[in-house]
């Protein structure tokens, strides 16, 4: 049975940082492809960035120069590093397993999620 489990949000001031990360129970990690999503209050859920197993990376382009996507295939977890965090940033952000076209298309598993809040 897959298992995401995330961990790292939190209450952050404007300009702060955080680091989530999310450990994948199971053997299937390493062959594929993560991705960190988010959904704010009325809003849908999007891409925030992706990397493939190769370590290849993307990014929503608001976020670009401020988050890393990286992944320890040894450890079973994908991060992601979070600096200069804004208010938009605030949302839940969810990991999932084995996303297509470079994050566009989320696969079937997902973390439970955690919640960033962003004070200005």
């Known amino acids: 049975q897959v298992q995401l489990v995330e961990s790292g949000g939190g209450l952050v001031q404007a300009g702060g940082s955080l680091r989530l990360s999310c450990a994948v129970s199971?053997?299937?990690?390493?062959?594929?492809?993560m991705g960190w999503y988010r959904q704010a209050p009325g809003k849908q859920r999007e891409l925030v960035a992706a990397?493939?197993?190769?370590?290849?990376?993307n990014y929503k382009d608001s976020v670009k120069g401020r988050f890393i996507i990286s992944r320890d295939n040894a450890k079973n977890t994908v991060y992601l590093q979070m600096n200069g965090l804004k208010s938009e940033d605030t949302a839940v952000y969810y990991c999932?397993?084995?996303?297509?076209?470079?994050?566009?298309?989320?696969?079937?598993?997902w973390g439970q999620g955690t919640q960033v809040t962003v004070s200005s």
């Open positions: 999932n397993l084995g996303p297509t076209l470079r994050g566009r298309v989320p696969g079937d598993y």
């Open positions: 990397i493939s197993s190769g370590g290849i990376t």
């Open positions: 199971g053997s299937i990690f390493s062959i594929n492809a």
